[in-house]
Nanobody, 126 residues
């Protein structure tokens, strides 16, 4: 059974940093794509950062240079380091996974990812 369990988010002031983690268990394949999405109230869920089993990463323009996605393979944990946070980064953050390599042109499509964590709140105050 696939499970994605996110760490607790948090509240920070603008300019601060947070690190999110997501423990992935029950994933049977060595080929996969994993991602972080976020959803602010009244807005669509949007892709933030992506990583694949062959090491490819990609980021939304809004977070490039500030967020870093990585993996701790020994612990089967997906990480998201968020620096220079802005109030507009406030949202519920979700980790997601797919048991295949999602095409580059479709990385930001939430429907490419069948497995999701429960979500964790990140709040950035000005």
């Amino acid at each position: 059974q696939v499970q994605l369990v996110e760490s607790e988010g948090g509240s920070v002031q603008a300019g601060g940093s947070l690190r999110l983690s997501c423990v992935v268990s029950g994933y049977p394949l060595s080929t996969y794509s994993r991602a972080w999405f976020r959803q602010a109230p009244g807005k669509e869920r949007e892709g933030v950062a992506f990583i694949t089993s062959n090491g490819r990463t990609n980021y939304a323009d809004s977070v490039k240079g500030r967020f870093t996605i990585s993996q701790d393979n020994a612990k089967n944990t997906l990480l998201l380091q968020m620096n220079s946070l802005k109030p507009e980064d406030t949202a519920m953050y979700y980790c997601a996974a797919a048991p295949r390599l999602v095409p580059e042109w479709s990385l930001f499509n939430r429907y490419q990812y069948p497995d999701w964590g429960q979500g964790t709140q990140v709040t950035v105050s000005s």
